[in-house]
Nanobody
Framework: QVQLVESGGGLVQAGGSLRLSCAAS????????MGWFRQAPGKEREFVAA????????DYVDSVKGRFTISRDNAENTVYLQMNSVKPEDTFAYYC??????????????????WGQGTQVTVSS
């Protein structure tokens, strides 16, 4: 089993940057595809970005392409989400997740096995 802890959220002005981190313990992350998701209160959790086990393949929702970058450091057992040029509509709780099966990371949150507790990102206009 793997435990995930997100950090790096906070309040940022529109146009600014944040870097979210997801630190893992319990198992080495190189066994897992990793994803970032976000959720507003009362809404479904939505896909943001994903990265394959090796880091060789990434995927992004269209609304963050060119602004967010997902990366991983398997030696440090950590996954990152660099958020640049943030917008008020990026205001969500952000969650990292680990997926142990399948050929790739994927966008379906129901296929992810482990989740962190989330970190709030609030973008002011």
């Amino acid at each position: 089993q793997v435990q995930l802890v997100e950090s790096g959220g906070g309040l940022v002005q529109a146009g600014g940057s944040l870097r979210l981190s997801c630190a893992a313990s319990g198992r080495t992350l190189n066994n897992y595809h990793m994803g970032w998701f976000r959720q507003a209160p009362g809404k479904e959790r939505e896909f943001v970005a994903a990265i394959s086990r090796s880091g060789g393949s990434t995927d992004y929702v269209d609304s963050v392409k060119g602004r967010f970058t997902i990366s991983r450091d398997n030696a440090e057992n950590t996954v990152y989400l660099q958020m640049n040029s943030v917008k008020p509509e990026d205001t969500f709780a952000y969650y990292c997740a680990a997926k142990s099966t399948g050929a790739g990371a994927g966008r379906n949150p129901h296929l992810y096995n482990y989740w962190g507790q989330g970190t709030q990102v609030t973008v002011s206009s």
